[in-house]
């Protein structure tokens, strides 16, 4: 039915973009065997698109309000397109993680515009619909980006899983020119202080959102370059202190500006807080630990790309699987209780992933990640709507994108702190079997994972009591931002 194609057209840049935060984990060691690259740049590879993306989903949420929604959609998905080009034609690790970080450019461009846009296309029961169906795209995605990944690698070679962006690149922009309205920008308001709505036109706090994304890159790039130099080398410590001064400076200037990018009052709000911390450890102990698990798959069990990547959908499908299931069976119980209980249920699920030994298998892998699943299922759903529901509701949209932005980060620095808990354990082993090596390693990986997600359990649990809105503060009551209806996808990592 026509008036569908909107959905398709945001849903298919959705998909993409999801699709490219995981589709690489099964073609890591043909990348690096063909481009001679090191451990610390296969990181960078994942973890730079992550990090592109947390670092700019505020900022871009805000230039979608100035711009229009569909202006800037059109934007993200021509320069995802052409990034992802460079990326299948990169020469060296050099170039495909430069080109990741331009796709992950794109993506957050494209990331801050689709709810907006379904919010526009679609009213009353029609809305509902769309925002459930893109939710379901956006959990697919997340399962399939591992068995896509190794499906393309295997049968076409590991530039493929870039080249797969192109052709939808192209029909999503075709379907959003002819099928989309344009949005018009937010007139400019004046500014009222500290308590303006965010994401209104007016003066973009450019400061704020160079503050922040310096942090956010200097804090990942030195976690990374602490796995292979020890924590006492300059180029470690350098990047380190660049983020503390870099978060110093953004704490002041969020203080200081009349519309600040991140209204640092809503941290006041303990369950907003906490919940916000929990997003972030959810996902560093959820998603991170893909990473080195198909490292193991495929170097030291020798699977091939295809069947790594099945090894590694488990817990995607059983997230995708159980999200809607445990969304009816706890309607009305206070979210605090699914939100606690999947996050407990990911921690006991990573610590079953220490299963794996070195004579064991990939199917050591299965009752760990379907319990944890599991967990990413009930936990996900309901954690956006109990984070809106501690802010007032001018500040909806300024607290979704917030809240997406720590979950991005928490992807980005999971990978970094698993990699070097990772490499240290395989450095203070020398000579050791490298099943051995690799199983003692992950092994720690995983027992980090379990904690980062039993103390999110346990800051949820303390800090998330009575899911009530905070009263309303500053400016009057307005329409909460279109992302504030969107519902949050389980499975996914955006």
Not at 256 to 267: I, S, V
Not at 363 to 387: E, I, K, R, W
Not at 472 to 489: E, F, H, I, Q, Y
Request: charged share 10%; net charge positive.
């Amino acid at each position: 039915m026509r008036k569908w194609i909107p959905l398709t057209a945001v849903s298919a840049g959705a998909f993409m973009l999801l699709v490219d935060a995981s589709i690489v984990n099964a073609a890591l060691p043909k990348m690096a065997a063909d481009l001679d690259s090191t451990f610390t740049a296969l990181q960078w590879v994942i973890d730079v698109y992550t990090l592109t993306l947390a670092a700019l989903l505020m900022a871009f949420g805000s230039l979608g309000d100035r711009l229009g929604h569909r202006r800037l959609y059109l934007a993200g998905l021509a320069v995802f397109g052409l990034a992802s080009l460079g990326c299948a034609l990169a020469p060296d690790a050099v170039t495909l993680i430069v080109a990741r970080a331009v796709q992950g450019t794109g993506g957050a461009a494209m990331m801050t515009s689709t709810t907006a846009l379904l919010n526009a296309a679609y009213q009353g029961p029609d809305r509902a619909t769309a925002f459930g169906l893109w939710g379901a795209v956006n959990g697919a995605a997340a399962a399939a980006g591992p068995l896509l990944g190794g499906l393309l690698t295997q049968q076409f070679g590991w530039r493929s899983i870039f080249l797969v962006n192109l052709p939808i690149a192209a029909l999503a922009a075709r379907l959003t020119v002819r099928h989309l309205t344009a949005d018009r920008p937010r007139p400019a308001a004046r500014p009222e202080g500290a308590g303006a709505v965010a994401g209104t036109a007016g003066r973009f706090d450019l400061p704020g959102a160079a503050a922040f994304t310096l942090f956010a890159a200097a804090l990942t790039h030195g976690l990374i370059e602490s796995g292979e130099r020890g924590w006492s080398d300059a180029r470690v410590l350098i990047p380190l202190a660049v983020a503390a001064l870099a978060l110093a400076a953004f704490t002041a200037v969020e203080l200081r500006t009349a519309r600040p990018l991140l209204d640092l009052r809503l941290l006041r709000t303990p369950a907003f807080a906490g919940l916000a911390a929990a997003g972030l450890l959810l996902t560093a102990a959820a998603f991170a630990e893909l990473t080195y698990t198909g490292l193991w798959l495929q170097q030291v069990l020798r699977l091939g790309p295809l069947t790594a990547g099945l090894a590694l959908s488990p817990l995607a499908a059983a997230a995708f699987l159980t999200a809607p299931a445990g969304t009816r069976l706890l309607r009305g119980r206070p979210p605090v209780l699914p939100i606690t209980l999947g996050l407990t249920l990911i921690g006991a699920g990573s610590l079953l992933l220490t299963l794996v030994s070195p004579a064991g298998g990939w199917t050591a892998l299965l009752p760990g990640q379907l319990l944890a699943g599991v967990g990413v299922g009930l936990a996900t759903p309901p954690m956006m709507s109990a984070a809106l529901a501690a802010v007032p509701r001018e500040r909806a949209g300024m607290a979704s994108g917030a809240f997406n932005t720590a979950r991005q980060l928490g992807l980005t620095l999971g990978i970094a702190v698993l990699g070097t808990v990772f490499q240290n354990t395989l450095r203070d082993r020398p000579g050791t079997d490298p099943r051995h090596a690799y199983a003692t390693a992950l092994d720690h990986v995983y027992l980090t994972a379990a904690a980062a997600a039993l103390l999110a359990a346990a800051l949820t649990a303390l800090l998330v009591r009575r899911p009530t809105p905070a009263p309303a503060s500053g400016a009057g009551p307005t329409a909460a931002g279109p992302t504030a209806d969107a519902p949050v996808s389980a499975g996914t990592t955006g």
